[in-house]
């Protein structure tokens, strides 16, 4: 008999989330983490609207809210040859998308981590912290060998869950390919602190000559900004003093309110990443299913990580705990429903890139075109549909060639 159900490599949200989740089902459940303390990664703390729905679905809405979960309500998209006061006219109310969820819901990537792994060690998981995985094996007896505590040890399991995220070792022990796209821009995100002006309730997007921007506000004076910049610029912020150089690339004059954000002071590290999709054809092999990042991830210009996740979770637990029979045949429906809904994404993603981070002439008078014909015909709106309310909430042909021609070509 296997020691464990399920042995969990990645004690980060997705991995503790099912973690809770089985273990309040009853299932016996070992989950190793290799951090000894959760550290801003500067990405995972915004969930969608369609990405709540999921996590009240597994039952952890009450607990995220209980630690400082917040929901931004109100969005404004700003652009460089449009007045301010005519952008802050169109700010969207981000409580029409999911019925009885306000808005997408901020907290910050290190409490949420710890507030899931303490919750899974409540459901009776047994969790461990600063683990090094030597080992994985899969097929029909799968386990693991790592060290903790100056000691090797080898646990068995009639199922591992690859948690581990993007470089995951359980995806390249089961040999399941991860197909990457072409990087198109490069994109930095840092905390600031001490933006006193900034609304607790607001969100906002926007570009403006070399420079896109997204602003989510964490509460308390504190806002996660992100920055989008050509991939030709690698270095563009690099150095001691990128952090303020990063900063102050937000004083752009199609919104004033990022005055508020140059003020304020860097309260974490700036990370710079090259914006690009992945995806696994089959996220499962004999003795194995893998979750979030390790199955593949979305372009973050879409800001998906979270709500991707927690479907994922979502899904897999639910046929976890529906059936006996976790041979590989039974995480089939799980495969084909994640391959269409990132593909779904993608296609949001890479419109999205096109029209907010490109940053030449040709690119500004597209910019400039589309938002004229989207305020008089909204359905060229339907991909930011997608990522607020979910990839299956908008009709088929959004995602084809035909509706992208129509945005960006008119």
């Not at 919750?119 to 060998?145: K, Q």
């Not at 790592?146 to 995951?168: C, K, P, W, Y």
């Not at 150089?245 to 309260?267: I, K, M, Q, T, Y």
């Amino acid at each position: 008999m296997a020691d464990y159900d399920l042995i969990i490599v990645g004690g980060g949200i997705g991995g503790s989330a099912l973690a809770q989740v089985m273990a309040t089902a009853g299932r016996r459940v070992l989950l190793l983490e290799q951090s000894e303390v959760y550290e801003d990664r500067v990405r995972g703390e915004w969930i969608a609207p369609w990405g709540v729905a999921e996590v009240q679905q597994v039952g952890l809405y009450d607990l995220l809210m209980s630690v400082g979960g917040h929901h931004v309500t109100r969005h404004i998209t700003y652009n460089e040859d449009v007045d301010p006061a005519a952008a802050e006219a169109q700010t969207l109310p981000l409580g029409m998308f999911r019925p009885g969820i306000a808005g997408p819901l901020c907290l910050g990537h290190p409490r949420h981590c710890q507030a899931l792994f303490d919750a899974a060690i409540s459901a009776g998981a047994e969790a461990l912290r600063s683990v090094r995985v030597e080992g994985v094996a899969v097929g029909t007896s799968p386990s693991v060998t790592f060290q903790h505590n100056g000691e090797t040890r080898t646990a068995t399991a009639r199922l591992l869950i690859g948690a581990d995220g993007r470089a995951s070792m359980v995806r390249e022990a089961a040999g399941i390919a991860l197909h990457l796209d072409k990087p198109h821009h490069w994109f930095a995100g840092l905390l600031v602190d001490g933006v006193e002006g900034w609304a607790d309730d607001l969100q906002a997007i926007g570009t403006e000559g070399d420079f896109g921007f997204l602003a989510f506000p964490q509460g308390g004076g504190k806002v996660r900004v992100y920055g989008g910049y050509a991939l030709d610029e690698a270095r563009r912020f690099k150095g001691e003093d990128g952090p303020r150089r990063f900063l102050d690339a937000f004083a752009l004059e199609c919104s004033p309110a990022n005055g508020h954000l140059v003020a304020g002071r860097p309260a974490g590290p700036l990370f710079s990443y090259v914006n690009a999709d992945s995806w696994t054809d089959e996220p499962f092999a004999r003795g194995v299913v893998l979750v979030g990042d390790a199955a593949g991830w979305n372009d973050p210009i879409n800001g998906q990580g979270l709500s991707i996740t927690y479907r994922d979770v979502r899904i897999v637990s639910d046929l976890l705990k529906s059936s006996d029979d976790w041979s590989s045949a039974a995480f089939a429906p799980y495969a084909e429903e994640r391959s269409e809904r990132m593909r779904r994404l993608r296609f949001a993603g890479q419109l999205e890139a096109t029209l907010n981070m490109e940053f030449d002439a040709a690119a500004g008078a597209r910019r400039h075109d589309y938002h004229a014909r989207a305020a008089v015909d909204p359905s060229l709106r339907m991909h930011n549909v997608v990522v607020m309310a979910g990839p299956e909430a908008v009709p088929a042909e959004v995602f084809t060639d035909a509706y992208r021609a129509r945005v960006l070509e008119g």
